[in-house]
């Protein structure tokens, strides 16, 4: 019997694999980490409304960003915009400046990751195969 080559099931099987996604999963659980510590230990009125908008916004963002990789550069900016918030905004803790700034620059770090298929970086949405015209 020769090789047979086995055809792949459309939308499944054909899917090419695809790294750098678990960075979105990180910033995910980052974000969802966020939120809830708004809520687990005193925060200023002002720092925890602040804690608990950008680590929706943060886990949104990552979710997000699995199907549209340019959407990872949100979570640069609320990465950025998270750490010097951590630095201007009255805090009643300590606790909460360094959980703050260190979920800031992991969240910076991980959405310069870049989303890869089949070993290529995507910018936009699925790869999809050229068609030549006839």
């Known amino acids: ?73 949100a979570n640069t ?5 998270l750490l010097l918030s951590t630095f201007f905004i009255e805090h009643v803790t300590a606790a909460t400046v360094w959980n703050n700034a260190i979920v800031a620059i992991v969240v910076f770090l991980l959405s310069l990751v870049p989303n890869t298929v089949g070993g290529q970086r995507t910018m936009g949405g699925p790869r999809r195969e050229a068609r030549s015209i006839p």
């Open 77 to 81: 900016v609320l990465a950025i915009w």
């Open 1 to 73: 019997m020769a090789n047979r080559v086995q055809q792949p099931v459309p939308g499944f099987a054909s899917a090419p694999s695809r790294s750098g996604l678990w960075a979105r999963y990180v910033n995910a659980a980052l974000g969802v980490w966020l939120f809830i510590s708004a809520f687990a230990w005193p925060h200023t009125q002002a720092s925890g409304t602040n804690t608990w908008i950008v680590g929706a916004l943060i886990a949104i963002c990552a979710l997000w960003a699995i199907r549209s990789p340019s959407v990872r550069w």
